[in-house]
C-alpha cells in the first residue's frame, strides 16, 4: 500500500463519527476497508497506487447493484437507511477519502452524524458523499474474484482463489484498456501484452514506447511512399506493428501507473500524425506510378479531422453537462436519490460488437488501409476509405443528434471548453447552442475544404499544399488535446499561426498570386509541428496528472 495513506478498518460497531474523527487526525487521505471485504492486491492497488485528486470507491459491474455509476464517478450509494432508484454495480466496502475534498467531506459527515442514521458506517459515509455531491471516482474491479460478506466461510474460498493467482497476469490483463473496439480486442490486445510484460521487464517507460511506435509508423509512411507492391506490403505491415506498439504505451502506464498529461498528449498527436503521414506516403507513392491522388488524400484527411474532433467533443460535451447535473445537493435522509433513470438496456453482445465497428475506430480503420492499400494500392484505399467512413458517420450521427435533441436543452455549456478550441480571434462564446460539440469540427471542415478549393483552382495541389493543411489540422488537435486538460494554448502562438481568418486570408492570396507554397509550408510546419510541441513539452515535463 501507498505509505502516505491512512487507513481505518470499518466494523459493525463502528460509528460514522469515528470515521469523521479519524479522517480529521489524518494527514492524509483515508482509506476505509470492510472488515468483510476481501480484495485482491490489484484491486486495492486502485486506490492505493494510482494517483487520485478525488475520493474514489472499489466497485463491480453488477445489473441492478446497489450502486450507481455514471461518467466515472459515484452518483448513488445504497446503505441499511438509503436506496438507489437504478443500481449498476456493487460497492466492495472499499473507499479513499481524499483530502483534496477536506472541507466538503467533513462537511456531509458531519451532517450525517446529525441524523443518526443505521448502516454500515462506510455505506453511510458514501451515501453523505454523493448526497452531497462530492465527486467520488469508480474504479473498477474485475479479472480477480472478490468479495463483501458476513458469511466466513466465503471469505475464506475467495482469499483461497485469489492465493492461486498469479498476480502479475492480472495486473496486465487490469492494463487493458476499457471500451476498446473489435479488432483491438480480439487480435491486436493479444500481441501487445506480451510486449507489455517485455516492457515491464527492460523497466521502459509509456513514452518511450510511444515514441517507438512514432517511428515504426512513421517508416510505415516511408514505404507507402516508395509506391511499389512489396514497399506497400511492408508499409502495411509496419502500420499494423505500429498500432500493435501504440496500445503498449497505454498498457504500461496503468501497468505501473505512470501518467502524465506529456503521455496523453505525445500518445495522442503521434496517433494522428502517423495516420495522416500514411495518406502522404501513399499519395506520393502513387505519384511515382503516375496517378495523382493528392486530392483524395487530402480529403480523406479532412473527413477523418471532422470525425476525431467531434468524437472527442462529443464525449467531452455529454460529461460536462452530466457533471453539472451533479451540483445540486440531495438531502441525507430523502427517500429519493434524487437520480431520474436514463439507462438503456444493455445491448446484445452481438449489437455491441457491431456497435464498435460501426464507429470505425482506430484499430478497424488502420487496418481497413492496410488491406486496401495492399490489395488495390493507394487508388483503392481513397475509394474505400471514404466509403466506410459516410456509413460510419450516418449511422452514429444520426444517434448523436437524436439525442442531442432529446436530452440537450437549446443552451451552450457553461465551460470554455468549446471556445478554447475555436482559433477565431476575439470569438468568445460558442456560435452553436445544444449542437456546440460540432462546433470545431464545423470549422476545421470550412477553413479545411475551402483552402483545398483554392488550391484546386489554381493547380497548386502537391506535397506543399497538404504539409499546409496538415499542419494547420494539427494545430487544431493540438488545440483540442489542451483543451481537453483544461489548457488554452498561448496567445502568441495563436497569435502566430493568425488564427483561421489570417491563415485563409494569407494562403488565398499566396495561391492566387503563384506564391512559392514551399516557404508557407516550412512556416506553418515549423511553427504547428515544431515551436507548439516544443512549448507544450517544455511546460509539461514535470506534470503528473493527479
Not at 80 to 86: G, L, N
Not at 391 to 398: E, K
Not at 480 to 495: D, M, N
Request: net charge positive; proline share 3%.
Amino acid at each position: 500500500m501507498n505509505q502516505s495513506l491512512s487507513s481505518l478498518v470499518v466494523t459493525p460497531a463502528t460509528k460514522i463519527e469515528e470515521v469523521l474523527q479519524s479522517f480529521v487526525n489524518s494527514s492524509s487521505d483515508l482509506l476505509l476497508i470492510d472488515e468483510n471485504s476481501v480484495i485482491a492486491d490489484p484491486h486495492m492497488e486502485l486506490l492505493t497506487d494510482y494517483p487520485r485528486s478525488a475520493s474514489a470507491a472499489l466497485v463491480a459491474v453488477e445489473k441492478n447493484g446497489d450502486t450507481l455509476v455514471r461518467q466515472n464517478r459515484i452518483a448513488s450509494a445504497t446503505s441499511a437507511t438509503h436506496k438507489v432508484t437504478i443500481g449498476n454495480r456493487k460497492f466492495l466496502g472499499v473507499i479513499r477519502l481524499s483530502k483534496n475534498q477536506s472541507v466538503e467531506i467533513i462537511a456531509a459527515l458531519e451532517n450525517a452524524v446529525q441524523h443518526k442514521a443505521k448502516g454500515n458506517a462506510i455505506d453511510l459515509t458514501l451515501v453523505a458523499l454523493t448526497r452531497a455531491m462530492i465527486k467520488v471516482d469508480a474504479a473498477e474491479a474485475w479479472a480477480a474474484p472478490f468479495t463483501r460478506t458476513s458469511e466466513a466461510a466465503i471469505r475464506q474460498e475467495t482469499k483461497d482463489s485469489i492465493a492461486n493467482l498469479n498476480m502479475g497476469r492480472v495486473r496486465l490483463r487490469m492494463a487493458n484498456r476499457a471500451n476498446d473496439g473489435f479488432f483491438s480486442v480480439f487480435f491486436l490486445r493479444k500481441f501487445s501484452k506480451l510486449l507489455t510484460w517485455l516492457a515491464v521487464r527492460v523497466n521502459a517507460t509509456p513514452n518511450q514506447v510511444t515514441l517507438i511506435s512514432f517511428a515504426i509508423g512513421l517508416y510505415s509512411a516511408y514505404s507507402f511512399a516508395q509506391g511499389s507492391f512489396w514497399w506497400i506490403f511492408l508499409g502495411a505491415a509496419l502500420l499494423q506493428l505500429s498500432i500493435i506498439v501504440d496500445c503498449v504505451d497505454g498498457e504500461l502506464a496503468r501497468y505501473t501507473r505512470k501518467f502524465s498529461k506529456l503521455g496523453a498528449w505525445l500518445d495522442a498527436v503521434t496517433d494522428r500524425v502517423k495516420e495522416y503521414m500514411v495518406f502522404l506516403g501513399l499519395a506520393i507513392g502513387a505519384e511515382k506510378n503516375g496517378k495523382d491522388l493528392w486530392i483524395p488524400a487530402i480529403a480523406m484527411m479532412l473527413i477523418q479531422t471532422f470525425r476525431h474532433l467531434s468524437d472527442y467533443n462529443y464525449a467531452r460535451v455529454v460529461r460536462i453537462r452530466a457533471e453539472d447535473k451533479f451540483l445540486v445537493p440531495v438531502d441525507y435522509m430523502a427517500d429519493f436519490d434524487g437520480i431520474v433513470p436514463t439507462e438503456r438496456e444493455p445491448k446484445g453482445r452481438l449489437r455491441y460488437w457491431l456497435g464498435k465497428i460501426i464507429q470505425f475506430p482506430i484499430g478497424e480503420r488502420w487496418l481497413a488501409i492496410s488491406a486496401s492499400a495492399v490489395i488495390g494500392g493507394a487508388a483503392f484505399t481513397f475509394t474505400i476509405m471514404p466509403i466506410l467512413a459516410f456509413i460510419s458517420v450516418v449511422v452514429v450521427y444520426r444517434g448523436r443528434v437524436v439525442r442531442t435533441i432529446s436530452n440537450i436543452p437549446k443552451e451552450s455549456i457553461k465551460s470554455s471548453f468549446i471556445t478554447d478550441q475555436s482559433d477565431l480571434f476575439g470569438v468568445k462564446r460558442s456560435i452553436f447552442k445544444r449542437f456546440d460539440w460540432i462546433e470545431p469540427s464545423l470549422l476545421r471542415l470550412i477553413e479545411g475544404v475551402f483552402l483545398l478549393w483554392v488550391f484546386a483552382s489554381v493547380d497548386e495541389i502537391n506535397t506543399a499544399t497538404f504539409m499546409i493543411i496538415f499542419a494547420i489540422v494539427f494545430n487544431h488537435y493540438d488545440n483540442l488535446y489542451r483543451a481537453l486538460q483544461g489548457e488554452k494554448k498561448p496567445g502568441w502562438l495563436s497569435g502566430l499561426g493568425l488564427f483561421v481568418g489570417g491563415r485563409i486570408l494569407l494562403l488565398g492570396v499566396a495561391a492566387l498570386q503563384g506564391w512559392d507554397m514551399n516557404y508557407l509550408a516550412w512556416y506553418f510546419s515549423a511553427l504547428f509541428l515544431v515551436v507548439s510541441s516544443v512549448q507544450w513539452v517544455l511546460s509539461h515535463r514535470a506534470n503528473k496528472i493527479g
